[in-house]
């Protein structure tokens, strides 16, 4: 009889526990700008929230937003502005919490390029990965905020990702580009070609480049109506897997190998030593507006969207646990 009912408390406690989980599809992209994503699942802060993580990759962040409002995904990793964009067009959805809280993009020149500021930019030659990128949009931003003309005083050149876009630099073809990581870095520390010249990740920079995109976890309006918990679990792995990236970096480097075995280890070093400053997942009134106001100077949203149309803030309390 004791035997029995041990057995039926164990079978109710495997059953509690296989109940508790709850399968979530996250779309982004492996890069180390949604690299929190993974250490939350790597280091088992998503298990622990009763949250399973399956990862579908896409190339970009359209293709996950895309995939959101189609419902083949149910969160998606990917750029702040992506909600403000869909707010417009009658889609709800909103940004849960910062994978970064600031622009991951940022310019490196060539070792011996002598500019000091932006404005010293002028005649030089800078690469983007493609027309209509984020890396594009924000090094045209940057320069007219400097009173350069794109174009015109400045060359703007499409190089691509980072085996091309380093290949340039060393060929002599660009003064430096405007990229993220890994390609900054390997050229920084690795080729030895370049130096970082303007980075928003260390607060340089004028206040609207630093927030006009930095990376999220989004879901759709519909998702936090059917799952209002599995938000909530989502947020708190997200908020705890940052507190240990920024006071253990060592962790994020060891699963930065797991995602990029092929880099060298001091680069994913050189890079979460960066990027560890922004590892922090409030979404700030300031920030949100500060990215409004320049993805409408870009054209790429018309009006003002409100705060808490666009942020899950009954979620904000959770931020700074």
């Known amino acids: 009889m004791r035997l029995s009912i041990a057995l039926l408390a164990a079978l109710l406690i495997s059953a509690h526990g296989a109940e508790a989980q709850q399968t979530v599809k996250i779309g982004t992209t492996p890069s180390f700008v949604f690299l929190p994503l993974y250490v939350a699942e790597q280091l088992g802060y998503f298990k622990a929230e009763g949250i399973t993580a399956q990862f579908v990759d896409f190339e970009g962040g359209a293709e996950v937003t895309t995939a959101m409002v189609g419902g083949s995904i149910d969160a998606g990793g990917t750029m702040v502005e992506r909600p403000l964009i869909l707010a417009e067009k009658g889609f709800g959805a909103k940004n849960l919490v910062a994978l970064e809280n600031r622009n991951p993009l940022h310019v490196v020149l060539r070792a011996n390029h002598p500019a000091k500021e932006v404005k010293d930019l002028k005649g030089s030659r800078l690469g983007m990965t493609r027309a209509g990128s984020g890396t594009d949009l924000s090094l045209r931003a ?11 005083d400045v060359a703007i050149i499409a190089i691509g990702g980072v085996s091309s876009a380093n290949a340039a630099l060393k060929a002599g073809q660009v003064d430096g580009f405007m990229g993220g990581e890994p390609a900054t870095a390997i050229a920084v520390h690795q080729l030895k070609l370049a130096r970082y010249f303007l980075d928003p990740r260390m607060g340089q920079g004028p206040k609207f480049l630093q927030f006009m995109t930095f990376p999220t976890v989004q879901v759709s ?33 060891r699963v930065g190998q797991k995602l990029f075995p092929t880099l060298d280890v001091s680069i994913i070093r050189s890079i979460i030593t960066i990027e560890k400053n922004t590892y922090f997942p409030q979404i700030t009134e300031e920030a949100v507006h500060q990215c409004n106001q320049a993805q409408k100077q870009l054209g790429v949203v018309k009006g003002d969207i409100a705060y808490d149309k666009v942020v899950a803030t009954q979620f904000k309390h959770l931020w700074d646990q």
């Not at 897997?241 to 994020?252: G, I, S, V």
Request: net charge positive; proline share 7%; no cysteine.
């Open 142 to 152: 940057l320069l007219k905020d400097a009173g350069l003309e794109p174009d015109r």
């Open 221 to 253: 309006d519909r998702f936090i109506q059917a799952n209002p918990q599995a938000a909530e679990k989502i947020v708190r792995a997200i908020v705890k897997t940052l507190k240990r990236m920024r006071e253990d970096p060592e962790a994020a480097v």
